[in-house]
C-alpha cells in the first residue's frame, strides 16, 4: 500500500472546514496542517480534524498537496508560492480575483507540469455525473442559479454563482462559446458599488449550440436548475435535490372541443450514477492527479475556459 498523501490545507472557513473533514476521511490522505491566521477558528478545526495549526504557510518540504480554500483575495499569492515549491494545488473558485492572475497561476503549473484542480465542485454533483453519462447531443442549454441573499460574499454573482454553471454548460457541450452576452442587475443596497447582483447570460457555442445562464442573489429561495435539451429529450437536472428527470415528447392533440390541451410524454427517472458528496469524489480525482494515475494536462485545460467567459460576461456591460 502505498503511503498517504500528506495534504496542508490553507483556509478553516466555511468551506475550509468542509475541505478538513473530506480530507481527514480520505483513507489515500493525511490532513497534515490546516493554515489560517485566525487562531481561534484555525486551531479548532485544526484540534477536530487531528492536524498541526499554523497561522502562516511553513516551509512545505513534508507536504506532498495543498489545498486553498482561503479568502480568493490571498488566493494568488498563496498558489504562486505552492507551485514554485513544485507541490500539487487544489485551489477553490475563483482561482485569483482577476483573469490575469488566474492566467498566470495555470501557466506556471504548466510549465511545472504539476496537478492543478479548481473547485468547481459542481462537475462532481452526482445528479450532473448522470447526466453527463446519458447526453449525447446538447443543442439547448439554460441554467438557474439563484440565491437569497448573503452578505457576507462580497464579489459579484458573476464569479460567485454564474461561473458553475457557465463551467457546466462548456463541460456538457464539450467546447468553449465562441460568443459571450450578458447583462448585470445592481439592485441590492448591502452590495459593494461594481458587485453585481444579478447576471443574465446568453452563450454562443460554434456548432451552434446555445447556453442561457441566470445568477441571482435577490431570490426568496434557493433554486439550482438544469435544462438540457437534444432533438429528441430534455434531461431536466435539480441540483439541489439532486435528481434528474428525462422527458421525450409523444403526441398532442385537442380536448373539449377545442378548449382544453392533451398531451402524451414518456418520463424517465434514471438512477444516479453515485451518492457519493462531491467534495469528496473532487478530492479523489485530485489524488489521482498527485498520484499520476489521471491527466493533469487534460485537467488544467479545463480551468481557464470558464474564467476567460466570466471575464468577458464582466467586461462587456456596462452597469444596469
Ligand atoms: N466551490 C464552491 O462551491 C464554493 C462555495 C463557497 C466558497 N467557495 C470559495 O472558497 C473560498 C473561501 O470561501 P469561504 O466562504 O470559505 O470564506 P470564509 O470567509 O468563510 O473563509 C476564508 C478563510 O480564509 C482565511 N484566510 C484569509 N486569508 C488567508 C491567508 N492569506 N492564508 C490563510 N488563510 C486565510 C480566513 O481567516 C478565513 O478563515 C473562496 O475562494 C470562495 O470563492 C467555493
Same mark, same amino acid.
Given at each position: ?17 468542509h ?13 497534515a ?12 478545526? $485544526? !484540534? ?8 502562516? %504557510? ?6 506532498? =498537496?495543498? #489545498?486553498? +480554500? ?58 450532473v ?13 439554460t ?20 461561473v ?27 452590495? $459593494? !458599488? ?8 446568453? %452563450? ?6 446555445? =447556453?442561457? #445562464?441566470? +445568477? ?35 403526441s ?69
Open positions: 500500500m502505498t503511503a498517504p498523501v500528506r495534504v496542508a490545507l490553507i483556509g478553516a472557513g466555511t468551506m475550509g472546514s475541505h478538513a473533514r473530506v480530507i481527514a476521511q480520505s483513507p489515500r490522505a493525511e490532513l496542517l490546516l493554515v489560517d491566521p485566525r487562531q481561534a477558528v484555525g486551531t479548532e478545526v $485544526a !484540534e477536530r480534524f487531528g492536524a498541526e495549526w499554523a497561522p502562516e %504557510l511553513p516551509d512545505l518540504a513534508e507536504i506532498d =498537496a495543498v #489545498v486553498v +480554500a482561503a479568502a480568493t483575495e490571498a488566493h494568488y499569492e498563496l498558489a504562486v508560492r505552492v507551485l514554485n515549491d513544485d507541490t500539487a494545488l487544489l485551489i477553490e473558485k475563483p482561482v485569483a480575483d482577476s483573469l490575469a492572475k488566474t492566467r498566470e497561476i495555470v501557466a506556471l503549473a504548466e510549465t511545472r507540469d504539476l496537478p492543478l484542480v479548481c473547485g468547481l465542485l459542481e462537475r462532481y454533483n452526482p445528479a455525473m448522470t447526466a453527463r453519462a446519458l447526453i449525447e447531443h446538447p443543442l439547448h442549454i441554467a438557474a442559479r439563484h440565491s437569497p441573499y448573503a452578505p457576507r460574499i462580497r464579489t459579484g454573482v458573476a464569479w460567485d454563482l454564474l458553475h454553471d457557465v463551467d457546466l454548460a462548456i463541460n456538457l457541450i464539450g467546447s468553449a462559446p465562441t460568443s459571450v452576452e450578458s447583462r448585470l442587475g445592481y439592485f441590492h443596497p448591502d452590495s $459593494a !458599488e461594481s458587485a453585481e447582483d444579478v447576471a443574465e447570460t446568453l %452563450l454562443g457555442f460554434g456548432d451552434g449550440a446555445i =447556453a442561457q #445562464v441566470s +445568477a441571482s442573489r435577490i431570490g426568496q429561495r434557493k433554486i439550482r436548475q438544469l435544462s438540457i435539451n437534444e432533438a429528441e429529450r430534455l434531461i431536466e437536472v435539480d441540483l439541489l435535490r439532486r435528481d434528474v428527470t428525462v422527458y421525450h415528447h409523444v398532442e392533440n385537442l380536448v373539449d372541443e377545442g378548449r382544453g390541451y392533451r398531451q402524451q410524454t414518456v418520463i424517465e427517472i434514471p438512477e444516479l450514477v453515485t451518492s457519493q458528496e462531491p467534495l469528496t469524489t473532487q478530492f479523489s480525482h485530485f489524488l489521482d492527479l498527485v498520484e499520476g494515475t489521471s491527466d493533469a494536462a487534460a485537467e488544467r485545460a479545463t480551468i481557464l475556459p470558464p474564467h476567460e467567459v466570466i471575464d468577458a460576461a464582466i467586461a462587456k456591460t456596462g452597469r444596469g
